[in-house]
């Protein structure tokens, strides 16, 4: 495996896999990959995308693995890490903005999220506005009210992708459920597997629209039922193509285009 070009400090970075960079960078490459093709692209070249609560593992495996792509604009509630990116990637197809809207999770201080919200980027110009571990973070009314927030940022034939956390176990068993049930069924009573036995006790008395799945650490996992997570992208402006299964290196995850 090359070695990294960028490396970013430890103390910056976040997701599942902060603590293996190289294997952070793996995950990015299949993920962009994924991207590209379920959206009808052989790579990204020629191709402007937003990518929000960017993280810095997609501009690492761009620019790490040489991949192809017209232009990257990374937004993120986290200041720093933002700054790190500005002071540290020179290369003109890129650029970075901070965002400072209120998360329970990540940026809790920040200001309300809502269908009013504009970004520093020009409307109506980005072929593909990608959001990993974004939705999957966010309580019912911020999804809706983001969604309508980046409808105005895309390109009459572009698409939308994103993630989210879909109250169903799957086939593969790479859902997020499912890996809830693996570990009750491990038996393993760490402080986040306390509340596993309450999540599957609200599922008896059938799946409810939205579950914050646990509560001493808000929105770290915003489950939603199939049918709310559809029925939420009612005039939103946005289509849905398709609400995809779990893979190995992602959650469910949704396909829209402008309606």
């Not at 590209?36 to 990518?51: E, F, I, K, P, Y």
């Not at 009013?116 to 980027?121: F, N």
């Not at 109506?124 to 999804?143: E, G, K, R």
């Not at 809706?144 to 390109?155: D, G, H, P």
Request: aromatic share 8%; with cysteine; glycine share 6%.
């Amino acid at each position: 495996m090359p070695d990294l070009t960028l490396e970013v400090p430890q103390k910056i970075r976040r997701g599942r896999l902060r603590w293996d960079e190289q294997r952070s960078v793996a995950s990015g490459v299949e993920l962009l990959k994924l991207l590209a093709s379920s959206l009808g692209h052989a790579d990204l070249a020629n191709l402007r995308v937003l990518d929000i609560g960017c993280g810095c593992k997609f501009t690492q495996a761009i620019l790490d693995r040489g991949l192809p792509v017209g232009q990257y604009v990374g937004v993120d509630v986290y200041g720093e890490m933002i700054e790190f990116l500005r002071s540290s990637v020179s290369d003109e197809r890129f650029e970075f903005h901070h965002i400072n809207t209120h998360n329970e999770m990540y940026n809790p201080d920040g200001e309300e999220l809502s269908d009013a919200t504009r970004l520093p980027i020009a409307e109506n110009s980005f072929d593909i506005i990608c959001a990993f571990s974004v939705f999957t973070h966010l309580a019912p009314a911020d999804y809706v009210a983001m969604l309508k927030m980046l409808r105005r940022y895309i390109k009459p034939d572009g698409h939308l992708f994103f993630t989210v956390f879909i109250n169903e176990e799957t086939a593969g068993g790479f859902g997020r459920v499912d890996l809830f049930k693996k570990a009750m069924q491990k038996a393993e009573r760490s402080q986040l597997e306390k509340h596993k036995d309450e999540f599957v006790k609200s599922q008896r008395e059938g799946i409810p629209d939205f579950v914050d799945a646990i509560p001493e650490q808000p929105l770290r996992a915003a489950i939603y039922s199939r049918k709310h997570a559809l029925e939420l992208m009612e005039d939103t402006g946005w289509h849905i193509d398709s609400l995809n299964d779990p893979l190995m290196h992602i959650q469910h995850y949704m396909i829209c285009s402008p309606a």
